[in-house]
């Protein structure tokens, strides 16, 4: 990992936490719902629902929310009440107003990384700008970063526009994520390098087989990340002793 120079960190369930308020409003919702059919199928569906609309409407709060009203009018066979759709929206309004506060070790790290001026550091995330925007001010992340980007889907397109973007090729990118599926397994076909950190709960959608690989680092938190500072730190002194010695 010699020629890393450009540090790209997925946001939600990386930087701070996610899903987790995502599937708290999908409990309530259910809930709502479970006069209309069992608890299970309406997850089930809403899930379905979901995955329908996926390349019209992407990811992210709003996208849901349109899930969510659409798959309650489905699920309730056109009986829904406006009531029911009011909280609905409340419900999915909440998510547009998370927190984005930091996961432990993320701000100490991030200090850390800065400080060193080894790499350039961007966030790469997925989403609609707006939200993503939002949750970014809110987390106070944005001094230790030199670029934020949000795309529609982290495919192996926008990977390569990411290090055309920066003027790198491929082998010089390592990108951090929870997301073996979006963050992980795009990259490493590619060619560069990525780490990953799952998170104690993750989106049925980006469930995926997982595989070593010798371009892959597995982590169990953030704070792991201040290894890479360490160790590229002492050979950059090995190499000014050997420099020296000639």
């Known amino acids: 990992m ?13 930087l701070w936490e996610c899903q987790t308020y995502f599937a708290s409003v999908e409990k309530k919702y259910c809930d709502l719902l ?7 199928e309406v997850s089930q ?12 409407l992407g990811y992210g709060s709003k996208a849901f929310i349109l899930s969510l009203l659409e798959n309650a009018t489905q699920v309730s066979h056109g009986k829904l009440t406006s009531a029911e759709v ?25 200090e850390k990384l800065r400080r060193s001026g080894l790499y350039r550091l961007v966030v790469f995330t997925k989403g609609e700008l707006l939200d993503q925007e939002s949750k970014f001010n809110r ?9 934020f980007i949000v795309v529609s889907d982290k495919t192996p397109k926008a990977y390569e526009r990411l290090c055309d973007q920066f003027g790198i090729g ?40 997982e595989y070593e690989h010798p371009h892959l680092l597995k982590m169990k938190s953030f704070s792991e990340l201040e290894t890479l500072i360490n160790e590229r730190e002492q050979r950059l002194k090995v190499d000014r002793l050997q420099l020296r010695s000639i």
């Open 139 to 147: 987390s106070g992340l944005r001094t230790y970063f030199d670029d």
């Open 34 to 40: 479970k006069h209309y059919a069992p608890v299970e």
């Open 2 to 14: 010699k020629d890393i120079s450009l540090i790209a960190f997925d946001a939600d369930d990386t």
């Open 170 to 209: 491929i082998e010089e990118l390592l990108m951090v994520g929870n997301s073996f599926k979006s963050d992980v397994e795009p990259v490493l076909k590619l060619g560069g390098w990525a780490v990953h950190i799952p998170f104690h709960t993750i989106w049925q959608h980006e469930v995926v087989d």
């Open 45 to 56: 569906a809403l899930f379905a629902t979901e995955t329908a609309n996926m390349d019209l």
């Open 86 to 110: 009011t909280a609905i929206i409340k419900m999915g309004k909440s998510l547009l107003q998370l927190p984005g506060k930091p996961l432990e070790g993320v701000v100490t790290t991030m």
